[in-house]
């Protein structure tokens, strides 16, 4: 006798604890994933699942992006020993992120810190709802307000979700490989590495090193910053009144002489010289330390 009790008493326990890992979620044909949302019902029509069951549910949605079966989904639930009935057999999930990424035809601008302000009721939809992004002024980078318009045919209705994010582009740059001093003598393209950076400010960035050398720092510069425009200043690399070797050319003939700089003068500037045999002003480039180009 006590035998079958204890039997049926196993049973019974089973049973209930079996009973008690079934439910069923009903959401919407399309779903619309966003990061911020907390309220996870918000993605559902109705369910009598645990929380627990819910996150996980949603926590598997996020992952994806297009049509998922509900039954691949029953699959990953069932790992975990929950039994799921869900309701649409096929829904839709689109991710805002995604949905604001394609709004973008140039594939180096990245989209960032997206936040919706604005409040919503839900997130599930019908088949013919349809997502429209605006926004002004986006060709532009930097903090930017967008609008998603969410149409629903069916029901013949129009909301909105208001939100901001930072755009920025992805663009080469010189990465200091070290922490460099403003005081230092000279700088070297040894000091830094090309890299893939994001900016909102690209016009900044120093695309080409080949003069650093005739370049300082006006400011320390950390190990795995970028280098920027007004991170330099050109030195003098001619100073005024000091023999400067010139060479002239004239088409294929190249002629080297001696002259005087009038003026100081930095690299690629056009300063005043004086020949040491005739006296005559010319005027040159500066190519490199005390030296000087003339064409004629």
């Given at each position: 006798m006590k035998l079958t009790l204890l039997t049926i008493f196993i049973l019974t326990f089973s049973i209930n604890s079996n009973a008690s890992n079934k439910c069923t979620i009903s959401t919407s044909e399309k779903i619309l994933i966003i990061k911020q949302n907390n309220n996870l019902s918000k993605y559902l029509q109705n369910t009598n699942c645990s929380k627990s069951t819910i996150?996980?549910?949603?926590?598997?949605?996020?992952?994806?992006?297009?049509?998922?079966?509900s039954k691949v989904v029953r699959k990953q639930l069932s790992i975990d020993n929950i039994e799921v009935n869900i309701t649409p057999n096929r829904f839709k999930v689109y991710n805002l992120d995604q949905i604001l990424r394609k709004s973008f035809s140039d594939d180096s601008i990245v989209l960032k810190n997206i936040k919706i302000s604005s409040s919503f009721q839900k997130l599930n939809f019908n088949q013919e709802t349809s997502f429209q992004v605006e926004c002004n002024f986006c060709e532009n980078l930097g903090q930017?307000?967008?609008?998603?318009?969410?149409?629903?045919?069916?029901?013949?209705?129009?909301?909105?979700l208001w939100g901001y994010l930072d755009l920025?582009?992805?663009?080469?740059?010189?990465?200091?490989?070290?922490?460099?001093?403003?005081?230092?003598?000279?700088l070297s393209k040894s000091y830094f590495e090309k890299k893939s950076v994001l900016t909102q400010t690209p016009e900044n960035l120093v695309i080409n090193i080949g003069n650093?050398?005739?370049?300082?720092?006006?400011?320390?510069?950390?190990?795995?910053?970028?280098?920027?425009?007004?991170?330099?200043?050109?030195?003098?690399?001619i100073r005024a009144f000091s023999?400067?070797?010139?060479?002239?050319?004239?088409?294929?003939?190249?002629?080297?002489?001696?002259?005087?700089?009038?003026?100081?003068?930095?690299?690629?500037q056009f300063i005043k010289l004086r020949?040491?045999?005739?006296?005559?002003?010319?005027?040159?480039?500066?190519?490199?330390?005390?030296?000087?180009?003339?064409?004629?």
């Open positions: 996150s996980k549910f949603v926590k598997i949605i996020s992952k994806a992006n297009g049509l998922i079966s930017k307000n967008f609008k998603i318009v969410i149409n629903n045919p069916i029901e013949n209705q129009k909301t909105q920025y582009v992805q663009k080469l740059a010189y990465v200091a490989k070290k922490d460099l001093s403003f005081n230092q003598d000279s650093i050398k005739f370049y300082k720092l006006n400011k320390n510069i950390r190990k795995g910053t970028s280098l920027l425009k007004r991170d330099l200043f050109e030195q003098n690399i023999p400067v070797k010139v060479i002239i050319k004239s088409g294929e003939i190249n002629l080297q002489t001696m002259a005087q700089a009038l003026e100081s003068g930095t690299i690629g020949n040491t045999r005739n006296k005559k002003i010319l005027m040159g480039k500066v190519i490199d330390n005390n030296l000087v180009e003339i064409k004629l």
